[in-house]
């Protein structure tokens, strides 16, 4: 016999959802940021994206333009002598800490 306590389901009301799948679509979202905002698994979140494609009621955006996008999702910034891998989960304004630390030191 399994003694694990029982744990409920949260059930989200569909315009807290729709919020919340807007933002996690969001061009430069991070998904798990989103879903740990919202005291959720990154999993499930990434599930309700999948589904809202499945079902046709969100389109994918179109790749981004050669001179927005970057192999393998990282960065490689050479500064000051110092290389600085960046990569896709770095904020801007953290990079921008980063490398004005760089250019300071």
Not at 22 to 38: F, G, I, K, Q, T
Not at 53 to 70: D, M, N, W
Request: with cysteine.
């Amino acid at each position: 016999m399994d003694s694990s306590p029982a744990v409920s389901r949260r059930n989200w009301p569909d315009e807290t959802k729709a919020r919340i799948l807007e933002e996690a679509l969001a061009p430069d979202a991070n998904v798990s940021a989103v879903a740990r905002r919202y005291g959720m698994s990154p999993s499930q979140l990434f599930g309700w994206r999948r589904k809202a494609f499945a079902k046709g009621q969100v389109e994918r955006l179109e790749t981004p333009s050669e001179e927005h996008s970057c192999s393998g999702g990282t960065v490689e910034i050479e500064i000051a002598g110092a290389m600085i891998r960046v990569g896709p989960t770095v904020s801007e304004d953290h990079l921008r800490r980063v490398l004005r630390a760089v250019r300071s030191a």
